[in-house]
């Protein structure tokens, strides 16, 4: 797992923070650096957390029920957002003889997915055919992909280069546009309309590195380890907030002010003392519009 904000972006933040001694016992750069990470990567899973999902590209295996409408349509709400693509949707009247379809076109609302089922041949084992009955009630199993694409370069390009190279492809799609946070060098880059995803596994596992072809040449040379986000620019400063936050903390718990705030169990909300909970608050205030919709 990478953090949704790289070390490097974090540092060029105007933080104004002392970012050489986080590792005590060592006066190592690289030493720093990685504890630095590691901060960064509670700061992400805290947001993952407080938006009740994960926030970056991911493989989603959600089983549910539903029912067929009259043109022999499944209609799903998702579990995750924003929905990127389908990989597949089984149905059928028991959950352990489900009638698979690959990569089906789907017609995606909001968060709710529109899904028509196979109209020729047998199903649910062989021993049905044509549709399922209108409103009866299936179960469905769908593997889609949600989240905003959250991934970093991991070779060194050129500038006027037309591939990169990133840890994670999942959720890059053609003809989306993703933005380079390589500090001094930012650029959007727009993946070209004929790149094709590695596909996916079913059960998801570990993705590996790949190489995204551009639509047009980047104007910069970029090194590896920065992000390649399609994530809203304030999701970020909302990872950024947090972990300042941490970091701004006193070291004892007499001068901890946090239990005095709603972001732990106290119940005084307010407090004239200057820490970092008005960041966490911030942090709160912008991933509210990204929680997940029930």
Do not use: K
């Not at 409103?135 to 199993?141: H, R």
């Not at 104007?219 to 701004?248: E, K, W």
């Amino acid at each position: 797992m990478t953090p949704y904000v790289s070390a490097p972006a974090f540092i060029a933040y105007p933080t104004y923070l002392d970012l050489d001694d986080l590792r005590s016992g060592s006066n190592l750069a690289a030493d720093q650096t990685a504890e630095l990470v590691n901060i960064l990567l509670m700061a992400s899973q805290w947001c993952d957390n407080y938006a009740e999902q994960q926030l970056g590209a991911h493989v989603v295996v959600q089983n549910t029920r539903a029912r067929a409408d009259r043109n022999g349509n499944l209609r799903l709400h998702l579990d995750d957002r924003p929905y990127l693509s389908m990989v597949q949707v089984g149905y059928g009247y028991t959950p352990t003889s489900l009638t698979t379809l690959t990569s089906p076109q789907v017609w995606a609302e909001n968060n709710n997915l529109l899904v028509p089922m196979s109209s020729g041949g047998a199903w649910s084992g062989s021993l049905q055919f044509g549709v399922p009955a209108m409103g009866a009630e299936l179960f469905v199993q769908a593997v889609y992909v949600a989240g905003w694409v959250s991934t970093q370069l991991t070779t060194a390009t050129s500038a006027g280069s037309t591939s990169l190279t990133v840890a994670d492809p999942t959720g890059i799609q053609p003809g989306g546009q993703y933005r380079i946070w390589e500090p001094g060098v930012e650029e959007t880059v727009t993946i070209s309309p004929a790149w094709a995803s590695p596909p996916t596994a079913v059960p998801p596992n570990t993705p590996l590195p790949a190489t995204v072809t551009l639509a047009q040449p980047t104007l910069f040379a970029h090194t590896s380890g920065h992000d390649l986000s399609g994530m809203p620019a304030d999701m970020r400063l909302a990872v950024i907030n947090y972990a300042v936050s941490q970091l701004m903390r006193p070291d004892t718990a007499a001068e901890d002010t946090y239990p005095d705030t709603h972001h732990s169990a106290g119940t005084r909300q307010t407090d004239s003392r200057q820490d970092g909970s008005g960041l966490v608050a911030e942090a709160e205030r912008i991933l509210d519009r990204y929680r997940r919709i029930r």
